[in-house]
């Protein structure tokens, strides 16, 4: 059975840096795409970075210059550094994986709480 597995939540104060990671178990195929998305209390959730094997990415607006998203492939994990962290970044942030180009479902981790606050 395949999971995602995030850890590295916590509470960060504003200005302050975090680093996710999620790691992808029950699985011998490497990923296509590994990303991350949060969703904040009462609002839709929302890509944060995504990458593919290749190394690829692509960030959502709010995060851009301020995230970097990275994969090692061969332990098919993806980590998310996050810096210069806002309030409105506070958010479930969850893992997402593609297993490959045109995978019929994608799976998704629990979610790790991220929480920006002094």
């Known amino acids: 059975q395949v999971q995602l597995v995030e850890s590295g939540g916590g509470l960060v104060q504003p200005g302050g840096s975090l680093r996710l990671s999620c790691a992808v178990l029950g699985s011998t195929r490497t990923f296509y795409t590994l990303g991350w998305y949060r969703q904040a209390p009462e609002k839709q959730r929302e890509l944060v970075a995504i990458?593919?094997?290749?190394?690829?990415?692509d960030y959502g607006e709010s995060v851009k210059g301020r995230f970097a998203i990275s994969r090692h492939n061969a332990e098919n994990t993806v980590y998310l550094q996050m810096h210069s962290l806002k309030p409105e970044d506070t958010a479930v942030y969850y893992c997402?994986?593609?297993?490959?180009?045109?995978?019929?479902?994608?799976?998704w981790g629990q979610g790790t709480q991220v929480t920006v606050s002094s």
């Open positions: 990458i593919n094997t290749g190394g690829r990415a």
């Open positions: 997402q994986g593609t297993e490959y180009l045109g995978a019929p479902d994608d799976y």
